[in-house]
């Protein structure tokens, strides 16, 4: 089900053959140019025909009355209310950890350096309603928001034809649950414009956060600016480095979890033991037949953007899962600690056989919107510093900057900026 690249006795880059999703959000954005741009033109009227032929719900107002999120969380089920306070519970102790403090630097007698973190004024938050449906990702996008101090959230959900054309109850329930009020029965680019331009008796944000399919990361992409955002989510993966001490049981369920959420979905293993690949190639048909989204996971499995990779070792196996740069990525191995804390490039790291991906989606603590496409190089996770921003304030007395002054008038001169050097001597005549 799997396809192989045998990697071993090869020094090529991992990079230039590792299966990865094919996404191309630059033909999407010229897609939605238009609804962005009617948007900006039309407020809610473009808002309501975007909804219309995209969701096939017909609306006049995108604002879910409060009485909606009170009746949602009476009928959730008890089971399921009791896992949303749990993961809000645990999401909280390890989010409020994460602020960080203000720091003031003593550079001489009389002038300091103070860098404060001041949290984003206004935040406009997404959670997907397609394929499935994610109140444990209005969670992990309030929870840090909440923790970083921001004062003003509106979270935004598609509306749900099987629902009467409101947001799912679930994502309701969540919001109830976390004190959020404005939600809002908007989905796709639309959803992203409203947040940016803001429209009739929707306020705009400073930034927009949260997951998303092709449309929603196109137009995070095109209003970036305006609008600051958090990453450009691209489809779901998973990668597990894994050696012979792996269950192959738990490497085949693994794989399958990930490629549940969408048929674009990546699972790619990484191991230098035929015998697990082997063991996990028989297992995986098995479990892929007995569960409830068959077609959409074999799709995922069979993908250009999920295989095995054969490694020479460990070591060999470390590199790669490096060079690939998973949202998601499992060590299933002997030394299973020793070589997480090696790993340089994942958005989160899951330790051993009791930490599954699924771990992390929802009870882990951790935050489960993750950088995609191999942008974990470079990027983190969602997190309070996402809402934060430091500000430098500067106070320099008399003789403080004194001290300096000439310094200053060097530089200045170096750069043909004599002006600059100009402001600081006229303060000593």
């Known amino acids: 089900m799997l396809t192989t690249t045998d990697l071993r006795g090869s020094d090529t880059d991992p990079r230039t053959v590792l299966p990865r999703a094919a996404v191309d959000v630059g033909a999407a954005a010229q897609r939605i140019q238009p609804i962005l741009d009617d948007v900006r033109d039309r407020g809610l009227p473009a808002v309501l025909a975007a909804t219309q032929r995209f969701d096939g719900v017909e609306l006049s107002d995108v604002r879910v009355p409060r009485e909606h999120l009170r009746t949602a969380l009476e009928g959730l089920d008890p089971a399921v209310r009791a896992a949303l306070e749990t993961t809000i519970q645990r999401a909280r102790a390890v989010h409020a950890d994460q602020r960080r403090q203000d720091v003031t630097t003593r550079l001489a007698p009389g002038g300091t350096v103070t860098e404060r973190w001041v949290p984003v004024e206004r935040v406009g938050l997404y959670v997907p309603g397609g394929l499935a449906v994610y109140p444990s990702s209005v969670v992990m996008n309030v929870v840090p928001a909440q923790e970083a101090g921001v004062a003003s959230l509106a979270i935004a959900s598609p509306p749900q034809r099987d629902h009467g054309g409101r947001v799912h109850p679930a994502i309701l329930a969540a919001c109830e649950l976390l004190g959020v009020d404005e939600v809002y029965s908007v989905g796709g680019a639309q959803a992203v414009a409203m947040f940016a331009y803001g429209i009739e008796n929707v306020r705009a944000v400073d930034m927009v956060t949260g997951p ?138 899951f330790v051993g056989p009791y930490a599954p991906v699924s771990l992390g989606d929802y009870c882990a603590g951790s935050n489960h919107v993750l950088p995609t496409g191999g942008c974990a190089r470079h990027s983190s996770g969602l997190s309070v510093q996402t809402f934060l921003r430091g500000v430098h304030i500067i106070e320099y007395d008399k003789p403080a900057l004194a001290e300096v002054a000439g310094h200053v008038v060097a530089l200045a001169n170096a750069e043909d900026l004599p002006a600059h050097g100009e402001a600081v001597q006229v303060r000593f005549r």
Do not use: C, F, W
């Open 212 to 349: 998303g399919n092709i449309y929603v990361t196109a137009a995070k992409r095109q209003l970036r600016g305006l609008v600051g955002i958090d990453s450009e989510a691209g489809p779901t993966e998973i990668a597990i480095l894994a050696d012979r001490t792996a269950d192959p049981l738990h490497v085949a369920a693994d794989l399958i979890s990930q490629a549940e959420h969408d048929p674009a979905a990546a699972s790619v293993l990484v191991t230098d033991s035929e015998e697990l690949l082997a063991e996990v190639q028989r297992t995986l048909p098995k479990l892929v037949g007995a569960t409830k989204h068959t077609e959409r996971v074999t799709e995922a499995l069979s993908g250009p953007q999920s295989g095995a990779i054969l490694v020479d070792d460990v070591e060999h196996g470390l590199r790669v899962v490096n060079a690939y740069a998973a949202e998601h990525l499992e060590i299933q191995t002997a030394d299973a600690r020793e070589m997480a804390l090696r790993v340089r490039s994942a958005g989160a790291i």
